[in-house]
């Protein structure tokens, strides 16, 4: 059940065609050969956030399709799924049960009713002190028909009610479902926004370890035993990437794609050339996923001018990226993201977006590409206008017609066959080198038994040039991306 | 996933014990070793022609199994389903829905109201060009409540409604369909009356090019990312199928059945002869199948006295082969077949159904044996009286216990043994030949890898022989069939 040193698709499950069955076509037709796994965001039933507020997780959404359908995607590719670690719906039988019936419902331990923290609940000082990504505090509050007010932890959606993970009762329900999931052809569960989990009044309320510890081994170990694994979402400073790292668990390189940013607009190697020779080696890299661009990713990485400065330029040379668009205009979730797709952010410069993929790819970590990043899709502010929604602006649902015209644009194609190449290469088995090189160029390499692939970008042209051993000859070839 | 060059059958989903579950027992237990493929005629919910008016391919019709049942026999077998291309069931939601809304159902443009073309519709005339091979107009009269009158395309049974394919829904909702088929154990999908896809008024609304080759390739489309081919269902002048080998598709050998009938009849090679050094490689020969003996494919290769000839001497010298049988008095859907089992058209002489197998197995092709044929089946006549169904004359049901019996009679044992025969030699690999011989002898040959097969026909004693090599000690066996 190891994972394939392959890229990887991330898309949700009606983004490709509009339904799971369309999606299973799409990767079969034009990345059979390019792509070794596919991280399908939330097909369960959900009264929220596109999926992210799950109310069971035994069935698939019937407009997406089936179990079935989603197990002859497993069946292809390496499948990760998604585990709401933080919260279930508020529609969920559960929580409707604890609406009603208050203390008697037998799921009222799985939920944060302020009650638990004794008779005066929580302070507002205490409460201030939580780290929130939403200008609300983190609570829910029912009001019941004998007019008793109660309010219960919430800290991201009103249809995301949070689990109380200290509740035996929810480690008990959680581990029937994180079974089910791992009995699926799924190789991987991600956990989403699992660094809200821990809960501790007087604290952020945020990776309190060791408490975080524990909890993931418990996950992990639900898993483990039908050889699937898990991978944490946290979206914050690289340091706790290191940790997740150093603990032996997977984990994310969100830094990458400011840095990337950095790099080409400012045409140097510093900034990710020091991360690159720290960076944890079992990760994940990514330069856009269905969130914005991370900025709290990068800190401590870029120092703050040079944060300011590759957003002002993002925006002022980015395609239709305007800084409204991540304000709490357009319901923006997430203050430290920006929202745009990384084909605008780069102004839809073709070499830019091959050089930035390229430097993905040879980037230690198995590379996930977001299907609106496959098909170099640009800002879609129709839809966004539409929904308001500032994150809809890198969300745009293709049908198959549209996908069949945009695998046919060079810059597609480009990129096609540079993941098949990273797909299939046996120099990426190997030992990862940096090249000495100045500060405008960028040289990276990757040996494994006498085969080579070595990357060179000229970040002032954006030129990337390819030297690699030919599979059946082992003769060098040079390629240009 | 390619396809074995071994021998197919042809079978409903309940002619071979009731079931799908007794047709795998069937198919395992008399011809593991000499069967590679089987065609499962349409197993879907259907409202007329034994299967061929589905309303969805969702799932099987529970009185033959399940789709579980289809895949264990797609395990075993190399498996061809149907898609029936030209028409969707009356019944189905689609045209229920239609039915009901009119032009406001969802689902109005999958269908073909005349009121598309014009305010006018069709004129008699133009119906009058359209090739159908039942003496109707093609449409469906449907009154609505309102009084209000529509005309919609219905080229064959008024429970088969006509697809309209230049509507990107029929587009989008039929490749949902074809996804979900080519994703199940089936290797090939049969595209069922395919030829009459095309329209345009004015026109014999058949086979028209160039669209009839854009639809093609977008069906193949569909399924080729799953390894799955098609297989175009087209009756007509053997230049259709020669067409489409042209451009690179599978294609049927319908021309066959009526060659063989002649030159065993007139002891000639000749016509025969001339169409095997011709005929398309990539193809799939038949003797029989679930429709009647074709004569219109047969146009072209054999002249208009030939054909007639062949067709007396089939009712005077057949078993219980009667003209009234292929007429309007038993519901013919096709005045251009013969309604009768291979066997009784051959007098139910077992030399002469052996040559014919035999000549079929060597020509070039993959060479299917309808299930009737493969028990050399006589007519049916009682089933026939029944039923008033001229074609069911060559559809009799199997119980198991019918089957045993069949399979003990020397003239299914001796096809059973060619039939192993040409599943495993090696010879069928390589090259076809034809030998130099006397107009009423016939002699064909494979070879491949220093393997041979001869098989030499006496057209008037219908003797036929095999000379081989043998697989193990290589050396010469002569085997008269």
Chains 1, 2 share one sequence.
């Not at 790099?263 to 050339?273: A, G, V």
Request: a negative charge; proline letters at 5%.
């Amino acid at each position: 059940m190891t994972l394939q040193n392959k890229v990887q698709i991330i898309t949700y499950p009606d983004s490709m065609g509009g339904n799971l069955l369309t999606l299973h076509y799409c990767l079969r037709k034009f990345l059979m050969n390019a792509v070794g796994g596919v991280h399908i965001l939330p097909f369960f039933p959900s009264s929220a956030d596109r999926g992210f507020a799950p109310s069971t997780y035994d069935e698939v959404d019937p407009q997406f399709g089936t179990w079935d359908d989603v197990e002859k995607i497993g069946a292809d590719f390496d499948l990760t799924v998604d585990f709401m670690v933080n919260h279930i719906s508020r529609q969920s039988v559960f929580f409707q049960d604890y609406l009603e019936k208050g203390a008697d419902s037998a799921y009222a331990d799985m939920f944060l009713s302020f009650s638990k923290f004794g008779p005066d609940g929580i302070s507002d000082d205490d409460l201030a002190k939580v780290y929130t990504r939403k200008p609300r505090p983190p609570y829910l509050e029912i009001q019941r028909p004998d007019g008793s007010i109660e309010r219960v932890w919430c800290t991201f959606d009103y249809e995301q009610i949070d689990l109380d993970w200290s509740s035996p009762l929810t480690r008990s329900l959680m581990r029937n479902v994180l079974i089910r999931l791992a009995r699926t052809s799924a190789k991987m569960i991600r956990l989403d926004a699992f660094a809200y989990t821990t809960v501790e009044i007087g604290t952020n309320c945020y990776f309190l370890e060791p408490a975080v510890w524990e909890l993931l081994d418990w996950l992990k170990g639900c898993v483990a035993p039908f050889g699937v694994d898990v991978l944490p979402e946290v979206h914050e400073e690289s340091s706790y990437q290191q940790k997740l790292s150093q603990h032996g668990f997977w984990c994310y390189d969100f830094s990458l794609p400011m840095l990337t940013l950095f790099t080409l607009f400012e045409h140097t190697n510093k900034r990710l050339l020091e991360w690159l020779r720290i960076c944890p080696r079992k990760q994940f890299t990514t330069l856009d996923t269905h969130d914005g661009i991370g900025i709290v990713d990068v800190v401590g990485l870029m120092d703050d001018d040079e944060i300011e400065r590759t957003i002002e330029t993002l925006y002022t040379k980015g395609s239709n990226a305007k800084k409204v668009y991540s304000g709490p205009e357009y319901q923006n979730l997430d203050i430290y993201q920006i929202n745009c797709t990384y084909y605008s952010a780069l102004s839809s410069n073709d070499d830019a977006y091959i050089a930035a993929r390229a430097i993905q790819f040879f980037s230690p970590g198995i590379p996930q590409v977001y299907y609106v990043g496959l098909l170099a899709g640009e800002n879609d502010t129709e839809l966004l206008e539409q929904t308001r929604n500032g994150r809809d602006i890198n969300r745009h649902n293709y049908s198959v017609e549209e996908i069949e015209e945009e695998f046919k644009r060079p810059v597609v194609q480009r990129l096609v066959k540079l993941m098949e190449f990273r797909s299939n290469h046996p120099a990426f088995q190997g030992n990862f080198t940096i090249a000495e090189t100045p500060e405008d160029q960028l040289g990276l390499t990757w040996e494994h038994a006498g085969h080579y692939a070595a990357l060179h970008v000229d970040l002032r042209s954006y030129r990337a040039e390819l030297r690699h051993t030919d599979l059946t000859s082992g003769e060098e070839v040079l390629l240009v991306l």
